[in-house]
């Protein structure tokens, strides 16, 4: 018998205006206003180079020269095409985040569909009641839909990660277009949707590499499979998808490896990095995925875990079997990684968003009570503890806090911002105005189990955005920096030699425009270098980089970071 039992009114579809704008609060602040962090520095560098450079940069992906064509172009042309088109409005920065929020619609929208065609399934809908009222198919698709976007929007480790120009955001979207496109795959096994799927599997080659992709294949063989479908039709229709993805790949890769780009082919590289994806599983690994995935994926996992074990008497269900599929597959292949990072989880976000949808209509009225008052309680708690910490940096007092507040940002002089101070307050009051409706109606709405969950996070994210802007924009910035290098290096210098990290290069780039060596190399005479301050091998380090003797132009650091150091040394002639 079939868990889920539901009445006409439980699947009342969110309002799409509401929907929409909630999907805007939510991917807006951190956007806009917000310098390039040390997390998405280097992405931006390799975008803003593209854009102001030539053909060579759109086919070898670098950061003002520094090579970085390890995972893809894909998402980096997106960025550069952004600036391109809109940089002389919105500024550089602002201009390449057009493509991530193009990004979080495409994951969203891709989820929505997916959820909403398995939820209008015939073994997918609730028992139908006695005496009838049972929801329509497309009605209770519809809220399944909405109830994935939720879940999704509601995940902890979305919500920076959505925020960041990086490929793996782009990968993260696109695997949730793939899942999409398999659906409607398996519904209607034909030669159009086979070349869609090759699409996304193309798509998603040239953001992270072929291991993803080949994998995904593999699983969705072995969901066609398990499903019973035709043997002889899937493997041809693999195939074409297969072919299309390769085919789509070849569109950077013949060009890349025939224009010799500064006189070298990023395919090389690119492959290496391929190859360097795969290793055995450790222990290690299996602790790692799950110290991480705990936070990552909640709140969709504990649902997620429920539903499979809700529709575990029923045998083959599309709505169960292929996130599975999916899910187990990326996650086996995390696990053979030798070096993830939290980005690489993004991939198993969409099928476990939909597992955790197709769980929800099955839970019963009290946890789903519980759910909702722990969320009332623990976010709006945290909010007004955000609310309270800015007024201590403001004020001074409570005295403990305003110390706690500024100690991370020394020399910061905090500011009133008025339009950051009305958003947070409009969205504090939006806050107050989603509980008293919840609380007060007492709505049976499936999806009113995850909105407020939701709504708790966009409102600790936008206050974050706005009334702490400022302090994290001083805190991880490097513009200071550059500013003082420019200011300091003779107007005739020509090229930089350095060591500093990518997202460092990228932003000494941005902000002081520097012109440092080109991929081609070259020796230069002019050598920034970063290092420690606690350093005690400094004639190590000046023969190192052939600065021994050199006179030092310039040496600083940021305010907020008391290790680092930079000094700008110009060789003697």
């Known amino acids: 018998m079939k868990p889920v039992r539901l009445p006409a009114a439980a699947t009342l579809a969110l309002p799409r205006w509401a929907l929409l704008a909630l999907g805007m609060l939510y991917i807006l602040p951190g956007l806009i ?3 390039p962090w040390k997390e998405d520095a280097g992405p931006f560098g390799i975008m803003w180079t593209m854009a102001h450079g030539g053909i060579d940069d759109w086919l070898y992906p670098n950061i003002a020269g520094l090579a970085a064509a390890q995972e893809g172009p894909l998402a980096f042309w997106l960025g550069a095409l952004c600036i391109k088109l809109f940089g002389w409005i ?13 990004i979080f619609v495409t994951g969203a ?8 065609h398995l939820g209008r399934r015939a073994e997918a809908q609730p028992l139908r009641l006695a005496f009838g009222g049972q929801p329509e198919p497309d009605d209770y698709g519809r809220t399944l839909g909405d109830t994935a976007v939720l879940i999704y929007l509601g995940c902890l480790g979305l919500l920076v990660q959505s925020h960041l ?25 034909s030669t159009r949707n086979a070349v869609l799927v090759g699409l996304s599997l193309g798509a998603l080659a040239l953001t992270r590499g072929v291991v993803v992709p080949a994998v995904l294949v593999l699983a969705l063989y072995a969901c066609t499979r398990y499903l019973k479908l035709a043997t002889r039709d899937s493997l041809r229709h693999l195939a074409i998808a297969a072919g299309v993805g390769f ?6 890769i013949v060009p890349a490896a025939t224009v010799q780009p500064y006189g070298l082919s990023p395919v090389g590289e690119w492959l290496d990095w391929n190859a360097g994806q795969l290793a055995l599983p450790s222990l290690a690994s299996l602790k790692g995925f799950f110290r991480i995935g705990v936070w990552f994926f909640w709140p969709a996992w504990p649902f997620a875990l429920w539903a499979i074990w809700a529709w575990r008497r029923q045998q083959h269900l599309l709505h169960i079997v292929m996130p599975v599929m999916f899910f187990v597959a990326l996650a086996l292949l995390l696990l053979c990684d030798p070096e993830p990072e939290n980005s690489d989880f993004l991939k198993m976000l969409a099928p476990l968003a939909l597992m955790a949808a197709f769980g929800l209509p099955t839970m019963k009225r009290g946890a789903i009570n519980a759910i909702d008052w722990f969320s009332v309680m623990v976010l709006t708690m945290l909010g007004a503890l955000v609310w309270l910490f800015w007024i201590a940096k403001l004020t001074g007092w409570p005295a403990q806090l305003a110390k706690n507040a500024l100690k991370l940002v020394p020399g910061f002089k905090p500011e009133v911002g008025i339009i950051a101070f009305l958003v947070a307050a409009a969205t504090s009051v939006g806050w107050i ?31 974050l955005m706005t009334l702490f802007l400022p302090d994290l924009n001083y805190s991880k910035s490097y513009a200071g920096v550059a500013q003082q ?7 005739d210098a020509d090229c930089i030699e350095t060591n500093v990290n990518p997202a460092q290069r990228a932003s000494l780039a941005y902000f002081g425009r520097l012109p440092f060596t080109t991929l081609a190399g070259g020796r230069c005479n002019y050598v920034l270098l970063q290092d420690s301050i606690k350093n005690r091998d400094d004639d190590k380090l000046a023969r190192r980089y052939g600065v021994r003797g050199s006179t030092v132009l310039w ?4 305010a907020s970071d008391r290790d680092e150091r930079f000094r700008l040394f110009q060789r003697s002639r």
């Open 33 to 35: 206003g917000r310098h």
């Open 90 to 102: 919105l500024g550089d920065v602002l201009a390449a985040r057009v493509s991530t929020i193009g």
């Open 109 to 116: 929208m891709s989820l929505w569909y997916t959820a909403f």
């Open 165 to 189: 120009t990086l490929a793996a955001t782009l990968q993260g979207a696109l695997l949730a277009y793939f899942l999409y496109r398999a659906v409607r795959y398996v519904e209607t096994s």
């Open 247 to 252: 085919l789509i790949t070849l569109a950077w």
């Open 433 to 463: 105005m989603l509980v008293h409706w919840r609380l007060s109606r007492q709505p049976s709405v499936l999806w009113r189990a995850v909105v407020l969950s939701s709504g708790g996070l966009i409102l600790l994210w936008v206050l």
């Open 485 to 491: 290098i420019a200011a300091t290096l003779p107007h």
């Open 555 to 558: 040496e600083g650091r940021r």
